[in-house]
């Protein structure tokens, strides 16, 4: 006799929930394989075993100006994929990170009985502190990546379970730049940049132009500078080949990546970082960096002062003080970034003390989490 599987809807909005996803769904099948997943992601959770009923590019976009530009499409599948959950009721459902998209849904589908967890807190220790309210309507239990993120929760009455962040779990403690170096057929001696511009093609179109004329700054003073770029999608290295076809940078020394964003980072002395999930990658991997970002200004002048840190990338965050340089918007300049990045590059005391600095980062966020997060959730399921 075949038992009934056990529906678990799971929602991811882009690379970092993708990942994210992928590694939760296969700790969950490990404990539990009558598990069926369906919902939205990326390759990552499709390989998993994911059944997909949107593209997780339709969710990927940032900012006021370009989430206005997509609300009619992103509202539409929220109705949709709603109409379809409360149709085909899932055992349980699983949010991912993209609150904006998520929470909503969320509450409709705590409200017809349906169990949620919310995996990795949205950024209200930040900014939109005023979430929280909604936030306890809509989640069953919240797991959270970083270890000041329980106390919120617990002092608001939200269920919830520190379960520290996959890539801690998943990098390298010491990272062996040669070794990759000598698989990508980069000479050891060679000075290497990877410029990380994001992984929404709107982040790509925002700060293209920015680092191809950045790296011709850096070659002005490097003549030996290699460029790693790694893209995440056909889309966005469309993107940044047109940016580099548009702004004469197709003869200078830069190789585009499909993914291996973390080869790329092993293999650098220096990464320019888009901020998001890829600083904290970055950290893990004991990489100096610059982090910067780009928006439309009407986004940028609604964004701004919301914000309750003085800093954005999370390794700066995390630690409660500017270890790295950002340089955002306005100041984001090519001279800027190519200056912040060749002043660290050619400080070895402050490189030593940042290697330092993301090693206890490290440890700090290594607790392996797809189990913890998959013990997290399995009482919420029927028993086998």
């Known amino acids: ?13 882009e690379a970092s929930g993708d990942a994210l996803g992928s590694h939760l769904m296969t700790a969950l099948y490990e404990a539990r ?20 009923l949107f593209p997780m590019e339709k969710l990927a976009v940032n900012g006021y100006v370009e989430v206005l530009r997509h609300y009619r499409e992103i509202v539409g599948i ?20 993209a609150p904006d998209f998520n929470l909503d849904l969320e509450m409709v589908l705590k409200q017809n009985g349906i169990p949620t967890i919310h995996y990795a807190s949205p950024s209200i220790w930040a900014w939109r502190g005023e979430r929280i309210h909604k936030i306890k309507r809509a989640v069953s239990r919240m797991l959270c990546l970083f270890p000041h993120e329980p106390k919120i929760y617990q002092d608001a009455g939200v269920p919830v379970t520190f379960v520290g962040h996959p890539l801690a779990d998943m990098l390298p403690d010491t990272p062996k730049r040669d070794e990759m170096r000598e698989a990508m ?8 940049f990877a410029l990380l ?7 790509v179109k925002n700060l293209a132009q920015t680092y191809i004329a950045t790296a011709k700054l850096i070659l002005q003073r490097l003549p030996d500078a290699r460029f790693l770029v790694p893209l995440v999608s056909r889309e966005t290295r469309k993107i940044f080949e047109q940016a580099l076809y ?41 990489r100096p960096m610059v982090i910067t970002y780009r928006v439309p200004t009407i986004t940028w002048w609604l964004m701004k002062g919301k914000g309750y840190l003085p800093y954005v990338g999370l390794p700066n965050i995390l630690c409660g003080r500017f270890v790295v340089p950002e340089l955002l918007q306005h100041d984001a300049t090519p001279q800027n970034l190519s200056q912040a990045m060749l002043n660290l590059l050619s400080d ?18 290594r607790h392996n989490t797809a189990q913890k997060a998959a013990a997290a959730i399995l009482p919420y399921l029927k028993p086998a």
Do not use: W, Y
């Open 1 to 13: 006799m075949q038992h009934k599987k056990i529906v678990i809807g799971i929602v991811a909005g």
């Open 33 to 52: 394989p009558d598990l069926q997943f369906i919902g939205i992601g990326g390759p990552k959770m499709q390989s998993a075993g994911l059944k997909v």
């Open 78 to 97: 929220r109705n949709k994929l709603r109409k379809h959950f409360l149709s085909h009721k899932p055992d349980l459902f699983i949010a991912i990170d």
């Open 185 to 192: 057929r980069i000479p050891l001696a060679a000075k290497v």
């Open 197 to 203: 511009p994001g992984s929404r093609q709107s982040e």
């Open 246 to 286: 548009d702004f004469d940078g197709e003869q200078l020394p830069i190789t585009l990546l499909f993914g291996h964003a973390q080869d790329a980072m092993i293999a650098a002395d220096m990464v320019l970082v888009a901020s998001g999930t890829a600083t904290l990658e970055c950290a893990l991997l004991k």
């Open 348 to 365: 070895k005391k402050a490189v030593a003390e940042l290697e330092d600095v993301f090693a206890e980062l490290h440890r700090t966020l």
